[in-house]
DNA sequence: CTTTATACCACACATTGCTGTGGTGTCAAT
DNA sequence: ATTGACACCACAGCAATGTGTGGTATAAAG
């Protein structure tokens, strides 16, 4: 019964919602929505929101203002990404593997991302194959720090350590042995926090 | 110079707009405040935001409606409860061991709570000591959950398992053993995440 | 051919909501 | 004695905001 399929411009309009909540903390007006897409009426900004209640994405108050609230699960989460280059992570769709869904935990800003752990080269941290490991973007660490680092083409998480002058990237697992910081590895951000999901 | 600490009466203004953008994920009106606290003025309400404003607690933008931030990094926290009695997490002042930082994802429902894991028991699971496990509330579990269960005074994070008719709380970990589930266990919840925090 | 959904417009209206400009009184510090 | 922070009040102005009631046009579905 209830298509739940939205129209890109529905959609649009349901991201820059999302957004101005997300970012600004503060749902967007019926008018400010209407700036945006350059709309001369509020007639049309209800007109989608209608839509997007009636299929279920959001939901509003009457007669309050900004009380729009997101409703589907998809729009609270995270995004995972694939690949990380140059030091960037890469938004772009390709390489949107999908979403950590943080549950009731919202609104991340804006350089904050996620990676899913491949292997166990970090098992003895407790962080496991499957893991996800939350990051800020930042090109610095402290030594201890754990990070995400890129060697070549390939991201991998690793703890940052100085032995005498020299800098390494070191698992926690017997198994694998410590990566030489080199010229070719770049850190690309800090692990904040370790999210496994059950 | 600035002089932080809050009045109680500012601190309940600022609680109650933490719940609201907590709970109903919009930010108070001023007369919202104003009915809430029985002001008949809302240049009363303007006191006691200017107060909050100076004090550095919230952030207002001009001119636009609901438009209070929250600033300090205080507020977006999950309660780390200390103890878990009859099924019921205790929310009492001291009780509320602190606030896991949930860096910045914030807004978590009302049912949902964090545990400092305390040990080992859990360890081939990835669940070290000190992590931090969030729990939704709830009196049910599946097997092979992870759940937080209440054996006499001591809550404690296990496995929930069915070996023939029984149940038990496994492990993961060789050097302990399962629990068998009595009448004397209580599943308080399920355990959602695990958060680490570096 | 009619209905339904989409995608817009115009404009009026009432209320909501922020702001501005006053006021009173208490209490602690200077 | 005065200043400043606190804790309130009253009320008016006006812009922001949601709502109501219309309208047009297109396209797909029945």
Same mark, same amino acid.
């Given at each position: 019964m209830t298509n739940d399929k939205l129209t890109d411009k529905q959609r649009d309009v349901l991201k820059f919602i999302y957004e101005q909540i997300r970012f600004k903390q503060l749902a967007p007006t019926i008018r400010e929505i209407g700036d945006k897409f350059k709309f001369s009426s509020t007639g049309t900004v209800r007109d989608y929101l209608d839509a997007l209640t009636k299929k279920g994405y959001i939901r509003i108050q009457e007669g309050?203002?900004?009380?729009i609230e997101l409703v589907k699960?998809?729009?609270?989460q995270v995004p995972v990404l694939g690949r990380v280059q140059a030091g960037m992570p890469v938004y772009a769709a390709e390489d +949107?593997?999908?979403?950590?869904?943080l549950d009731q935990f919202v609104f991340p800003g804006p350089d904050v991302f996620a990676l899913r752990v491949r292997g166990l080269s970090m098992k003895d941290d407790g962080?496991?194959?499957g893991d996800f490991v939350l990051i800020r973007k930042q090109d610095h660490a402290q030594v201890n720090d754990i990070v995400v680092a890129l060697i070549g083409d390939e991201a991998t998480v690793k703890r940052l350590a100085k032995r005498g002058r020299d800098f390494f990237l070191d698992?926690?697992?017997?198994?694998f042995h410590p990566i030489p910081m080199t010229s070719?590895?770049?850190?690309?951000?800090?692990? +904040?926090q370790v999210v496994r999901e059950y």
């Open positions: 309050k203002s900004r009380a699960e998809a729009l609270f +949107l593997l999908g979403y950590l869904n962080i496991m194959d698992p926690a697992n017997p198994d070719e590895a770049i850190i690309i951000g800090k692990v +904040l």
